[in-house]
Protein backbone atom coordinates (compact mmCIF):
# COMPACT_ATOMS: atom_id res chain seq x y z
CA UNK A 1 0.00 0.00 0.00
CA UNK A 2 1.80 2.68 -1.07
CA UNK A 3 0.85 6.77 1.30
CA UNK A 4 1.74 9.77 -0.86
CA UNK A 5 2.04 12.38 1.82
CA UNK A 6 3.94 16.05 0.79
CA UNK A 7 6.41 15.21 -1.36
CA UNK A 8 7.29 11.73 0.20
CA UNK A 9 5.88 8.20 -0.36
CA UNK A 10 5.89 5.30 2.48
CA UNK A 11 5.03 1.78 1.63
CA UNK A 12 2.61 -0.33 4.27
CA UNK A 13 3.61 -3.73 3.63
CA UNK A 14 -0.30 -5.04 2.98
CA UNK A 15 -3.09 -2.85 1.96
CA UNK A 16 -6.40 -4.82 1.56
CA UNK A 17 -9.94 -4.76 1.82
CA UNK A 18 -11.71 -7.12 3.91
CA UNK A 19 -15.05 -7.96 3.70
CA UNK A 20 -17.22 -8.67 7.56
CA UNK A 21 -19.50 -11.40 6.77
CA UNK A 22 -21.49 -10.61 9.85
CA UNK A 23 -21.76 -7.39 9.56
CA UNK A 24 -21.88 -7.18 5.58
CA UNK A 25 -19.78 -3.53 5.72
CA UNK A 26 -16.13 -2.93 3.74
CA UNK A 27 -13.53 -2.22 6.67
CA UNK A 28 -9.95 -1.01 5.08
CA UNK A 29 -7.14 -2.50 6.33
CA UNK A 30 -3.18 -1.70 5.94
CA UNK A 31 -0.72 -4.13 8.01
CA UNK A 32 2.89 -3.67 8.54
CA UNK A 33 4.68 -7.14 8.78
CA UNK A 34 7.51 -7.23 11.31
CA UNK A 35 10.18 -10.20 10.99
CA UNK A 36 11.90 -9.48 14.80
CA UNK A 37 14.57 -10.92 13.02
CA UNK A 38 17.34 -8.91 14.10
CA UNK A 39 19.96 -9.48 16.84
CA UNK A 40 18.01 -7.25 19.02
CA UNK A 41 14.39 -7.87 19.99
CA UNK A 42 14.53 -4.29 21.70
CA UNK A 43 15.87 -2.70 18.51
CA UNK A 44 12.79 -4.33 16.36
CA UNK A 45 10.43 -3.18 18.65
CA UNK A 46 11.56 0.29 18.58
CA UNK A 47 11.93 0.06 15.02
CA UNK A 48 8.47 -1.91 14.76
CA UNK A 49 6.89 0.89 17.14
CA UNK A 50 8.47 4.37 15.34
CA UNK A 51 7.24 2.82 11.86
CA UNK A 52 3.61 1.79 13.19
CA UNK A 53 3.06 5.44 15.03
CA UNK A 54 4.65 6.97 11.65
CA UNK A 55 2.71 5.19 9.45
CA UNK A 56 -1.05 5.55 11.78
CA UNK A 57 -0.09 9.59 11.25
CA UNK A 58 0.09 9.53 7.80
CA UNK A 59 -2.84 7.27 7.16
CA UNK A 60 -5.18 9.76 9.63
CA UNK A 61 -4.47 12.47 6.87
CA UNK A 62 -4.35 10.95 3.79
CA UNK A 63 -6.72 7.91 4.29
CA UNK A 64 -8.76 8.24 7.75
CA UNK A 65 -11.23 5.43 6.84
CA UNK A 66 -8.02 2.13 6.97
CA UNK A 67 -7.47 0.46 10.21
CA UNK A 68 -3.62 -0.04 10.96
CA UNK A 69 -2.84 -3.35 12.36
CA UNK A 70 0.90 -4.73 13.18
CA UNK A 71 1.95 -8.34 11.89
CA UNK A 72 4.44 -9.76 14.13
CA UNK A 73 5.39 -13.81 14.55
CA UNK A 74 3.78 -14.90 17.98
CA UNK A 75 7.09 -15.56 19.30
CA UNK A 76 7.83 -11.72 19.52
CA UNK A 77 4.40 -11.35 20.91
CA UNK A 78 5.15 -14.12 23.59
CA UNK A 79 8.55 -12.54 24.27
CA UNK A 80 8.67 -8.99 23.65
CA UNK A 81 5.40 -7.77 23.39
CA UNK A 82 4.13 -9.92 26.72
CA UNK A 83 6.96 -7.95 28.40
CA UNK A 84 6.46 -4.74 30.40
CA UNK A 85 7.29 -2.68 26.89
CA UNK A 86 4.70 -3.86 24.65
CA UNK A 87 2.13 -3.28 27.15
CA UNK A 88 2.43 0.39 27.05
Do not use: C
Request: charged share 25%.
Amino acid sequence: LRLNYGTRNLYVDLGAENLLAAEKEHRLIAVGVKSFAGESDMHDLEMALGQFVLYRGVLAQVDPERTLYLAIPSFAFDDVFADQFGNW
